[in-house]
């Protein structure tokens, strides 16, 4: 299982606002990072940094968080937006090194 | 165009070995550290390993279920990363990733990706 808790599921209507939530309760104030992978794929870099966009992806992706949270917010939904979302956190402290959430997965009504 | 392409993939016995590589362009491949990453089908993502840059020694590091197992190496004359994979037990299938990692003082995050290699461990 993963130490970052992500919702198996999210789903949302067209035009609304999706909100992906990511659990980060045993890594302290770590950065967040957001990756999006549509079927058959590769994933691709969605957020950094907690909350800083690549070039190149929409202003409709935004991100934050709190310290035992980290959430994806995607504004203004499309259906161009249903694919998996993983969040990532770096961990220097231990061998794991790096830990990706288990995924959360956007369907658009 | 930052370009990571994986090859080598392909189905290989319970206990075999397997080498995978990753031909980069682009980008300055000598000054990067290089992980791999993992996807078994219908599943997450799943750091194998990482590779830093001559910089910083050529160090390695790897998941526990890979330690002892795999091996990642790289050739900075040939821009080019390699993961030896040892001892593969069928739950090693999955398709690999390997991925350019950004790293600042706060932490690492992959900017590329490949298309990825599908390793196949079956009897």
């Known amino acids: 299982s993963s130490l970052l808790t992500q919702p198996p599921s999210v789903s949302v209507a067209p035009g609304k606002t999706a909100r992906i939530t990511c659990g980060v309760n045993n890594f302290g104030s770590k950065s967040v990072h957001w990756y999006q992978q549509k079927p058959g794929q590769a994933p691709v870099l969605l957020m950094y940094?907690?909350?800083d966009r690549p070039s190149g992806i929409p202003e409709r992706f935004s991100g934050s968080n709190s310290g035992n949270t980290a959430i994806l917010t995607i504004s203004r939904v499309e259906a161009g937006d249903e694919a998996d979302y993983y969040c990532q956190v770096w961990d220097s402290v231990t061998d794991r090194i790096v830990v990706f959430g288990g995924g959360t997965k956007l369907t658009v009504l | 165009e930052v370009q990571l392409v994986e090859s080598g993939g392909g189905l290989v016995r319970p206990g075999g070995s397997l080498k995978l590589s990753c031909a980069a362009s682009g980008f300055t491949f000598s000054g990067s550290a290089i992980h791999w990453v993992r996807q078994a089908s219908g599943k997450g993502l799943e750091w194998v390993g990482r590779i830093r840059s001559r910089l910083n020694g050529y160090a390695t590091a790897y998941a526990a279920s890979m330690k002892g197992r795999f091996t990642i190496s790289r050739d900075d004359s040939e821009d080019t990363s390699y993961l030896q994979m040892n001892s593969l037990k069928t739950e090693d299938t999955a398709v690999y990733y390997c991925?350019?990692?950004?790293?600042?003082?706060?932490?690492?995050?992959?900017?590329?990706w490949g298309q990825g290699t599908l390793v196949t461990v079956s009897s």
């Open positions: 940094d907690d909350s």
């Open positions: 991925t350019k990692a950004f790293c600042s003082g706060r932490s690492c995050h992959y900017d590329y």
